[in-house]
């Protein structure tokens, strides 16, 4: 079945209007003991690109992966603080009873991985089986969908001819984009993209940015990238991490830093402590 | 490999043919057990494939669920206690076995079973006993072997644990667990210490039923290699060895077949290129 807001509690939700996406308060994330997330408090706001930079290690890819639970894959993971994240117009803690089973809370949000994990199967089985299997879709809901993610991936005109090929026989970039596809499909509230063009030619990296151009006056984005100039293209939030700890937010209509500054700051130990 | 079955061919060609599986019972009467065949081979390829399919009937779920167990579900704790055991077991001599499996019997004589017997039952118990550590082991390897992406994309795609072992990992995992079955009911259908102990005679016509004694191709050539009276015999002893081969090659072919096919589903990939509108249809 799939999951429907007629599924959540009322008591978890909040009632004032909503015009962000998802909302951190004093989160902190541990692995076997060790501190790697602190007490991070984020807005993201219900439009656009939020862009995470930071060095390796700064805690981005485990602070994008709060947003759906996915840590508590991990071996040794505890997470404390509030998430609440806004799902088909309700404010909703992830934490919550609703989301005693994490699957629940990740139909709702899509993620993209830094290197293309198309399953082992078919292009065409790789969009469905979430759809069958996480959202329970019946066979012509599954067709429709597939074609309309396919379409906004811009992919459909590259593989609708071969569908029933392996996913393993495209490109990087077209892998990529059909996992982007394989989330869109879910109709995600939210959508995590984690370096979603950091394994890709440049080519292709710009395929995804005006791909994500398109796709951000229709979601929500959280986005983490090693890439200054992406992060500067595309952000209209940037959220600069050091150490587990968020160091700088920037919002385009208050103006982004240039490249050199964000650098500088990157590469500064003192402006991060 | 080529010389064993150069030696086999050699040797047991010649009695390859009616006789050795039926005498002279006519092949129907035979195959329909209408009429005995007492000095035949045909009852205990019968034997062997019932021994074999109620073997891995009793083995294949315990052992691929405590594959699955160990691999993604049990504590670093039972992990190691679980995984020690099941590599005890592995280590235990199949004639060990047998006599585990005839103590059980006496055991049983004297308290829960007065008329318990050697019989199809618990030679099938015993091999499923013997045959359990190689499914596990198999099965947790060929898991534990996928990249560990494949277990955080099912997750990140909605699917509850269950789901992405079912859906994802079991699939993508199927040609090691597979490979693990075959090895396992090769092992069934060769053993023959096991059987001696447990139920298996010389002549005992057709499988009467689970509690009945029944011959295995495995104890015929025991049998008749080391109680030849002439050279037909022996050589007839060369040729059960030549079908119990084929067997094994037919269960291997089987196997193959049915592993493409369930690959073939669970990816669904076709090799001819349909055209957009079947895609759209299908």
């Known amino acids: 079945m799939p999951n429907t807001t007629s599924d959540f509690n009322p008591t978890e939700q909040e009632t004032q209007p909503i015009e962000r996406a998802a909302r951190l308060k004093h989160v902190c994330t541990f692995f076997d003991g060790v501190q790697v997330l602190h007490d991070i408090s984020l807005e993201i706001p219900a439009h656009g690109i939020t862009v995470l930079v930071g060095r390796s290690g700064s805690g981005k890819t485990t602070l994008l992966r709060t947003f759906n639970r996915l840590n508590e894959c991990l071996p040794g993971c505890r997470t404390r603080g509030s998430i609440h994240v806004s799902l088909k117009g309700q404010f909703m803690d ?11 809370l990740r139909i709702h949000i899509g993620m993209v991985f830094q290197t293309p994990d198309v399953l082992p ?144 700051m990157l590469e500064d130990d003192t402006c991060c402590t | 490999m080529l010389a064993l079955v150069g030696v086999l061919l050699r040797n047991g060609t010649g009695a390859l043919g009616q006789a050795l599986f039926f005498d002279s019972v ?26 074999l399919a109620l073997t891995m009937l009793l083995a294949l779920g315990p052992g691929i669920g405590c594959g699955i167990y160990l691999a993604s579900y049990a504590s670093p704790r039972i992990k190691a206690l679980l995984g020690f055991a099941i590599d005890l077991l592995a280590g235990v001599p199949s004639i060990v076995m047998g006599l585990f499996g005839f103590t059980l019997l006496l055991t049983l004589r004297h308290s829960a079973a007065p008329n318990a017997g050697p019989c199809l039952l618990l030679a099938s118990c015993c091999l499923a006993l013997l045959v359990l550590p190689v499914l596990v082991s198999t099965t947790r390897g060929a898991l534990e072997a996928l990249p560990r992406q494949l277990h955080l994309s099912g997750a990140a795609l909605g699917l509850c644990r269950w789901k992405t072992m079912r859906h994802i990992l079991l699939p993508a995992a199927a040609r090691g667990i597979l490979s693990g079955v075959l090895l396992a009911a090769g092992r069934a259908a060769e053993d023959t210490a096991v059987i ?45 060895t030549l079908v119990l081969l084929a067997l094994s090659l037919a269960l291997l072919a089987a196997a193959t077949r049915l592993q493409r096919a369930l690959d073939q589903r669970w990816q669904g990939i076709r090799t001819n290129r349909p055209t957009q509108h079947a895609d759209r249809h299908a």
């Open chain 1, 94 to 104: 992830v934490h919550g009873p609703a989301f005693r089973d994490a699957a629940r």
């Open chain 1, 121 to 264: 199967v078919s292009i065409r089985r790789n969009i469905e089986l979430p759809l069958r299997h996480a959202l329970g879709l019946p066979q012509a809901d599954i067709d429709e969908r597939l074609q309309q993610a396919l379409r906004e991936s811009g992919l459909w005109e590259e593989v609708s001819e071969r569908l029933h090929a392996p996913a393993e026989t495209l490109s990087g970039g077209q892998q990529q984009r059909l996992c982007l596809a394989r989330s869109l499909a879910m109709h995600p509230s939210l959508l995590l993209l984690d370096e979603p063009t950091a394994s890709l030619d440049s080519v292709s990296a710009r395929t995804i940015e005006a791909l994500l151009q398109t796709l951000r006056r229709r979601y929500p984005v959280v986005m983490v990238s090693h890439s200054l100039g992406q992060a500067l293209r595309l952000a209209d939030r940037l959220v600069l991490m050091n150490n587990g700890r968020i160091q700088h937010i920037w919002n385009r209509q208050d103006g982004l830093p240039d490249a050199p500054t964000l650098e500088t």
């Open chain 2, 196 to 240: 001696m102990l447990t139920g298996a005679v010389a002549n005992a016509g057709l499988p009467a039923g689970l509690t009945a004694r029944f011959e295995a191709l495995p104890f015929t050539i025991f049998y008749r290699s080391s109680q030849y009276r002439d050279a037909l015999d022996l050589q007839q002893g060369f040729a059960t």
């Open chain 2, 26 to 51: 006519p092949p129907l009467a035979a195959i329909t057990g209408q009429v005995p065949v007492w000095d035949g081979i045909w009852p205990a390829c019968v034997g062997t494939l019932s021994l």
